[in-house]
């Protein structure tokens, strides 16, 4: 079946061993506590470790579930870290991508791009389905392609205390939704074959001419909410059988088309916060918000002023396969439709209706002023840095990855006089099932070189020295990373195995250590992707960050975000230190003096 295609060249995940993995975390725990509280730290782990200690009883539990399952990790990760979340899935979970803008400025050319699309996804779709698509490769490492079939006709349904996902084969509709307005669309016709671009646009026509008023409930609104409070809204809405129709389609569709309304023009230095916004969270209730089903794995936006993007939910769909579901759109955006359109009278788009009773009308009266309440707490800051991009690491020797987190971490550091638990996130799709680990950023040889960076007793030659053994020491933890060795899923593992087991939690994982370790202040990600595109999310804690970074040849595309209702944490002034830190570290690099 398309669903195991070409799986059997990847290898299972493998477990660490266990000592390695506790020396990896202490290690990364020198440079965030000070020495007399790692003691402490130090004396659990020998406990867990030693001699009638939980550790190798819980290392066996995982090393016999690798023996007899898929992944060892991949289902319990996605499960505790998202489907167990209770949070609103805009902003804190779904990553938004914002694309180049197109040269159209009216809903005509919305509408014509909007087709042109639509047949770019289902071609994509069209390659998936025939094992068409080759194998990728990173560092000659053939990866697991498994996501890709479940990127269609997904959807994460709500429940009180855990979502679930469904995943149907065969649907033959895409969702439109316009002026919060649903409707089902079938893209193909009753030979089988895929609509043409024509056929889809003539289709979009007939559905903006259906959907011209705003006066209905935005249904949509309601997958913005608290998990749990959504969850119960949800078992109230499919009782009746019209909405439990309506809602069967949308989660069925292969994906979702968000054709948005007008919004107010902006300056053009914050046209790309504005633009990541918009796709990120539609912008508010008054604006874009209840154009969106925030479940639905793969949600396409199309603006009316050339914007456009694509939202989507990660226990479903991740970075890289989104990535190449992108290029492959981008690729085919390039070329003239190709078919002659058969003139066959097409079915009107199917208007779904919902039959509103006083309470969901106050859920959805509640779910947005949440909605705006969050969209207001956001502070997003997208800017491009053009002073360089990859090439400059790349012609000192440096890893361009590595050399961002360094500057990531400076600038941090400049605006809080501390280093905090970041991550960036590692690719485990060398391995069958895999998903994503953390390489956690902050080292001691990165906080050597931060702490040395302003002080001018200390020469160029020495601070690039320690510029490079931060690097150095980065690039061993990603490649590690690489090779399923990383820490943070493993300790994750045993956590939950002990869990499993019905034991108690070991003291490990309970002291304030681990809290503040797993307390991700910085969430960086940098964009898998070969094209201008920006993507953004929303920090992990109240008091942190986001980071996501897209190096190009010769430019760099940042986006910054923070709550406002923090008042330590601006995405304004993190951004602009790191402007200024990037700047500086060029001139380490290359005195101009």
Not at 100 to 127: M, T
Request: hydrophobic letters at 35%; glycine letters at 6%.
């Amino acid at each position: 079946s398309a669903m195991h295609f070409r799986c059997f060249s990847v290898p299972a995940q493998p477990v660490p061993p266990l000592a390695q993995t506790l020396q990896g975390y202490l290690r990364a725990l020198e440079p965030l506590i000070p020495e007399e509280e790692l003691v402490h730290t130090r004396k659990n782990i020998q406990k867990f470790c030693g001699e009638g200690g939980l550790g190798p009883q819980l290392q066996e539990g995982l090393e016999r579930r690798a023996k007899h399952s898929n992944n060892w990790i991949s289902d319990w990760w996605v499960q505790w870290a998202y489907l167990e979340s209770r949070q609103p899935l805009p902003v804190h979970s779904n990553p938004a991508i914002s694309l180049p803008k197109r040269d159209f400025s009216d809903w005509r050319g919305q509408l014509v791009f909007a087709s042109k699309l639509i047949a770019a996804a289902l071609d994509f779709k069209n390659v998936v389905d025939n094992g068409r698509l080759p194998v990728e490769y990173m560092r000659g490492q053939p990866l697991c392609m498994e996501l890709f079939p479940l990127l269609f006709s997904s959807c994460r349904i709500p429940g009180r205390k855990h979502d679930t996902i469904t995943h149907h084969s065969r649907a033959r509709h895409i969702t439109v939704v316009r002026n919060y307005q649903f409707f089902q669309m079938d893209v193909y016709n009753s030979d089988g074959s895929r609509m043409t671009e024509s056929q889809i646009h003539a289709q979009l026509l007939r559905i903006r001419a259906e959907s011209w008023k705003t006066d209905k409930e935005p249904m949509g609104i309601l997958t913005s909410e608290h998990r749990q409070t959504w969850g119960q809204a949800y078992s109230r809405l499919l009782k009746d059988k019209l909405n439990k129709e309506s809602v069967r389609a949308i989660e069925k569709g292969l994906f979702t088309l968000c054709l948005d309304s007008p919004v107010m023009r902006v300056s053009d230095d914050k046209y790309s916060s504005r633009m990541a916004a918009q796709i990120l969270h539609g912008g508010g209730t008054h604006s874009n918000s209840g154009n969106r089903w925030f479940d639905k794995t793969l949600q396409f936006v199309v603006g009316e002023d050339g914007s456009w993007g694509l939202l989507y939910e990660q226990a479903t769909a991740e970075g890289p396969p989104i990535a190449t579901l992108l290029d492959h759109i981008l690729q085919y955006c390039k070329k003239p439709d190709p078919k002659k359109t058969p003139l066959i009278p097409l079915q009107m788009p199917k208007k779904l209706y919902f039959n509103i009773d006083r309470e969901i009308k106050r859920d959805i009266e509640h779910a947005k002023q949440n909605l705006d309440i969050l969209i207001n707490d956001l502070d997003i800051r997208c800017f491009n840095f053009q002073r360089f991009g990859k090439e400059l690491p790349k012609r000192h020797n440096l890893s361009p990855n590595s050399f961002i987190q360094v500057a990531l971490q400076l600038a941090y550091y400049k605006v809080h006089n501390e280093v905090c638990a970041s991550c960036d996130i590692a690719s485990q799709r060398m391995f069958r099932g895999g998903r994503t680990d953390y390489i956690r950023s902050p080292t001691n040889q990165m906080l050597k070189f931060v702490l040395t960076f302003d002080d001018p007793s200390i020469t160029r030659e020495a601070k690039l020295e320690l510029l490079r053994e931060a690097i150095e020491t980065y690039v061993t933890l990603t490649d590690q990373a690489l090779k399923g060795q990383s820490i943070d899923r493993h300790l994750l593992g045993l956590k939950l195995q002990a869990i499993e087991e019905g034991l108690s939690v070991p003291r490990l994982f309970m002291d304030t250590a681990y809290g503040l370790a797993t307390h991700w202040k910085l969430r960086t990600g940098q964009v898998p992707a070969n094209t201008d595109s920006v993507m953004c999310f929303g920090p992990l804690v109240p008091d942190g960050y986001a980071v996501c970074y897209n190096p190009q040849p010769d430019h760099v595309h940042f986006s910054v975000t923070a709550f406002n209702c923090c008042e330590e944490t601006q995405a304004e002034t993190l951004a602009a230190t790191l402007h200024s830190t990037l700047c500086q570290l060029q001139e380490l690099l290359q005195p101009t003096v």
